[in-house]
């Protein structure tokens, strides 16, 4: 606002990512179902992929394990539950990215339905 007012030019941000948004509207009701709508579960993907992306232009990555570690100590959910649904999450965007529809629904019935080997 500052920089238009004395230039008469809008900001150009020079950083490569900064006009990147991670997610988009459609992105976020897609994780949100994913997340069967849950408030929680959303929470703790949302600060996993926001982790990550704080982490994803740095030459080295020192420190992503320790933050996304907290992101689950901080989380209202329980530890096992809540890493084993990321990483159903992270097996689901990984079969997507390589066209691996086997694992892209397996990964998204366990997601829908529970983990494999749940009761119930």
């Not at 420190?63 to 689950?72: E, N, P, V």
Request: aromatic share 8%; proline share 3%.
């Amino acid at each position: 606002m500052i920089f238009h007012e004395v230039t008469g030019e809008k900001f150009q941000d020079p950083r490569a990512t900064a006009d990147a948004t991670t997610l988009g509207p459609d992105e976020w009701a897609i994780l949100a179902n994913l997340c069967d709508d849950d408030p929680m579960y959303l929470e703790l993907v949302a600060k996993l992929l926001d982790t990550e992306r704080k982490y994803q232009t740095m030459s080295r990555r020192t420190g992503i394990y320790k933050a996304l570690q907290t992101c689950f100590e901080t989380s209202g959910l329980a530890k096992t539950p809540a890493i084993q649904r990321a990483e159903t999450i992270r097996d689901l965007k990984i079969a997507e990215e390589q066209g691996d529809v086997e694992t892209f629904q397996t990964a998204w019935a366990d997601l829908k339905f529970g983990q494999r080997g749940d009761a119930g």
